[in-house]
């Protein structure tokens, strides 16, 4: 490796992290010019290089490293200016050629008012709280970038209300400019997939500049707070014609077509193509079977042209954010907004917060806990996965890792309770609002949360302690609030939001342990911005491994680029191979899968 080589190699696994760190500071104002992020950037990006170990015999040159420096600073800088433009054009053309006046106190206090979330201020003390794990820092970019695309989102919907007509489809005055998703994840999935569609929806909107609207249908809207100050997101069932009413919508099949026919005329004339080329106002972009976008829309042309289509819906039950980093004009913003990479995190503590129904809840569990409690295991537990062996293998892990006392009990009876016990009696034992369950002790405090449709593991982890005390006197407490037995998957709001408290209580712990091939455990994970432990259910000598990434799972993605009229060289490449921080899923998940590795 030659020398400006490892300079680049140097810098740039370090300046981004110095932008943010810049951003960060207490005095950084949006409105202000990142020229100034890009000089004090570049000064610290100097300081991290020199301090820097440098294999001896190699000479670099100070001009280089300045040169590399500066560029990749002015990159990155660069991309997030660029963003707040478009975002700032976009609201101001929205507004009728005028800037958009900000919220009156008045009108911001009745806002919150009609609009109350008590999770927005207490999650991240909650979160701050916990003893052993080292809380996300907050982008203050991504905040700055927010902040603008609230004021886009508001005077959008403020000039355009929601009910819209089937017309609107077609004629893009009516609109006023603003351009829209319509995002409306699966209702017959589980909660935490369609968590999922919401959180890639939000990112996607930001980056494109348009205006996030959620299909009530998929009852996410219901169980979480508005995330925009002063506007709306939820888009009411019957007020807009969606794919039940296709002559409004152009497929993705006439999409592509339209795209295909304008790059063959454009290639015989030898003509540039405009950016909104395609007269088509109304596109639903989902693939044959509508799990999750089609191969295309992850492609840098496919993008130009969706620039001049007003309404766009996604639908689906698959978290295909990941992707979104193949798509070269996105992956600078995100790299530039987020280096750390940890998008997700940023969504679900931004935009998906928990309604207030489901925070009181969470708050009613953290009350009746012990007040002295020094650590917090989360267990998640799939129907699918309730078998004696698994059971045996999660408490190993805990034990082994040290997330559990020791207690006595040999490891080959680990399971000997749960073997001996009478399943329906425990059901029928038990309350089906919660089971709290406290050992004596008084040195350390150790609690427990399960997060199970059954109980059979909480009562089989129970008959452990109460059999073998831990020998230092250490407090155990066990905890599990659902006993539905079954998923019903109906788009019912109680067990959605039942579902949501249960994925906050463990993103809330310092540390969970899941299974693979689990949404919950998936999202619970990126909130809480954990490296879970993940079971081995393949490998029972292994039992668990520390997982790479708070990422969740891809789990079907495009794996291979299909891009007829980008890059050739990047046509039908691995996604993983063009962004080498996208990676297979863990092992145990779905083979096919990718995520982002994020960086703690």
Known sequence: MGAKELVILLVCSTVLVCIELVLNTKDFNPQADFQDVVKQAGMQVGAAASRSAVPAGVLISEAAASEVQQTDSVMAAGALKDLTRKLREAAFRANGGKPVEPLTETVRNEWHKNNPCMSREKLPLRYAA???VKDLNVSAAWDAVFREYEILHRTCTTKVQLNISHSDLHERDTTSGCDYLVCEPMVNAGLGNRILVAASCMIYAVLTQRVLLLHSSSLVAEVTCE??????WKMNEG???LPAVPKFWASTDQF???????MGRSVLKDTVI???AIQLHAIDFTAEMPIHPDKRFFCSTEQNFLRGVTWLHLTGNNYFLPELFVIPIFRTALEALF????????????SILPGDAVWQRVEQVHTMQPDRTDRRLGVQIPTDQQFEE????IKQCALDNGMLPQHGLAASDLNTSLQSTNHSSIEESIPAVQSFIEFPGNVNRTTVFIASLYHNFEVSLRSDYLRNAPANGENVTVVQLSNRLEQTLNGARDEDEQELTEIILLSLCDDIIVIPISELGGVAKAYGALLPWVIETQSIDVGCVRGPTVDA????????????????ELHGRSVVDVVPYLKDCFPGEIPSGIQVMTVQ
């Open 130 to 132: 916990r003893k052993f």
């Open 227 to 232: 995330p925009f100050e002063g506007s709306s």
């Open 239 to 241: 007020s807009i014609g």
């Open 256 to 262: 592509l077509s339209a795209v295909d026919s304008s």
């Open 274 to 276: 405009p950016n909104r």
């Open 339 to 350: 280096p750390t990479r940890m998008v997700l995190t940023h969504m679900l503590r931004y």
């Open 390 to 393: 698994t059971h045996a293998l």
């Open 553 to 568: 799972c891809y789990s079907t993605p495009s794996r291979y680029l299909s891009c007829p009229y980008d890059d050739p």
